[in-house]
């Protein structure tokens, strides 16, 4: 059932059976991503990178992220969001063998080695629109008043893609450090099977007419020129309909509260594994199930609880809450920086989760009741941009201020860095209360990666 905001998009009724296809589809991406992710520090430990040059890793992804998903999210609205999402994760599939064979070869110049390492994460993140193009997916073929439920159950996807993808990479690292990113090659590669073979398009018209019917046709079986042409005017539209989109006081102020949530929980994630290693004694198989257990939790808040909480308390409630349980966690890393018991570290581990699982399902969701119907991919994209932009800064500013011997700094920086951003999203909801423009009032039904 379609609401007059969502006239640009046909509601299938086979939207479950889309919707679960796509979650197949991004679970078995994410169980590739998961795979390499809490190992890239020893992937860079192994050229005897410092604690900077390991952060700054991240950094790097993320700025090409940064740049890439917008374009990639306006793309998705002039061409489709399938391929889009082909093309991320080809571009995945590629990063993972490079940092594969990087890792297997013996290098003798060690910063040619880390070189190599950094360009697998420059192709990644070049190619990172996975996550912008499955939510506008979402927003496609899902009626407005079931979006934080489906959203949730994306996220959902990611839990299990963390869950797993961990365990599984920090078992084959234990045997052999270079085989995690084969696997995740193949991981990635499946899904970009599944997508171009299987996935039905979920845009069924282009947003923006398209005057050559054989450029759009040559896009969709991706072919590169076109492509880049595509890419260039979706980058043109994009920063028009950003400064557009950000006039928008309730949506730019949601992509400035992801910006600093984003911000707390990169500064916490770049150094994470370092200060399990330095601080705990983990290796990779340590660290991977340190990661498979925030997983679990997010499996179990987003899987299911997510639905029934929005339902109870509402999106706004989530977003606030998820914040503020996350700076709990934070300041219970910082006492463990001091006091290394396994409790805390499994304690703050799941409020850790339980925050980022309550938080970024309402904040996507909210994301897609406040932009316009014809340009959710572009929302999206403007949303996540602002995510990976705090990506770019957050590791660094970890990098500079963790040392072995005095790891609680970050983590005090994201506990009150968060705080901010469950204060700011009182006064959003505050406002949005004022002018009468609360999600739970556009739609009747209501009481959400």
């Known amino acids: 059932m379609s609401t007059a905001t969502d006239s640009h998009f046909e509601k299938s009724k086979t939207t479950p059976k889309a919707f679960w296809l796509l979650f197949l589809i991004v679970l078995v991406d994410m169980m590739g991503f998961g795979l390499i992710i809490p190992l890239l520090p020893f992937y860079a430990l192994k050229f005897q990178a410092s604690e900077l040059q390991v952060t700054l890793m991240l950094s790097v992804y993320s700025l090409c992220q940064f740049v890439a998903t917008p374009i990639l999210g306006s793309l998705s609205d002039r061409i489709g969001r399938r391929p889009v999402l082909v093309f991320s994760q080809l571009g995945t599939t590629s990063a993972s063998i490079i940092l594969g064979v990087a890792t297997a070869m013996h290098f003798e110049n060690l910063t040619l080695g880390l ?208 914040p503020l349980l996350f700076a709990v966690a934070m300041l219970l890393y910082a006492q463990s920086s001091f006091t290394p018991v396994l409790f805390l570290l499994v304690l703050a581990v799941i409020f850790n989760a339980l925050g980022r699982s309550l938080q970024t399902p309402a904040m996507s969701s909210l994301v897609a009741h406040s932009a316009p119907a014809a340009q959710q991919g572009a929302a999206f994209g403007l949303f996540h941009g602002m995510g990976s932009l705090a990506r770019v800064f957050g590791p660094a500013v970890a990098g500079s201020i963790y040392l072995s011997n005095r790891a609680w700094p970050p983590f005090v920086m994201a506990a009150g860095l968060t705080l901010i951003a469950g204060i700011w999203t009182i006064g959003i909801w505050l406002q949005t209360r004022k002018l009468a423009i609360e999600p739970a009032a556009d739609a009747a039904p209501q009481a959400s990666v």
Do not use: C
Request: net charge positive; no cysteine.
């Open 115 to 322: 070189g190599v390492v950094y360009f697998s994460r420059v192709i990644d993140g070049i190619s990172g629109g996975n996550i912008s193009a499955a939510q506008a997916y979402v927003s496609d073929i899902v009626p407005r008043e079931q979006r934080a439920k489906y959203m949730g159950l994306l996220g959902a996807a990611f839990g299990i893609g963390f869950a797993l993808g961990p365990g599984i990479g920090g078992l084959l690292g234990h045997f052999n450090e270079a085989l995690p990113p084969f696997f995740a090659a193949a991981f990635s590669l499946t899904a970009a099977t599944l997508a171009y073979f299987k996935l039905p398009e979920s845009l069924k018209k282009p947003l923006v007419p398209q005057p050559d019917s054989y450029l759009v046709k040559s896009v969709r079986v991706m072919r590169p020129v076109q492509l880049l042409r595509q890419a260039y005017g979706a980058l043109r539209s994009h920063l028009m309909t950003s400064a557009r989109l950000m006039k928008q006081p309730i949506l730019a102020q949601i992509s400035m509260v992801w910006f600093l949530s984003m911000f707390a929980f990169v500064t916490m994630e770049s150094v994470f594994a370092l200060f399990l290693k330095q601080t705990f004694g983990f290796e990779e198989l340590g660290v991977g199930m340190t990661f498979m257990l925030a997983g679990v939790m997010i499996i179990i808040v987003q899987g299911g609880l997510i639905g029934r909480l929005k339902d109870r308390v509402g999106e706004w409630s989530l977003a606030i809450a998820g």
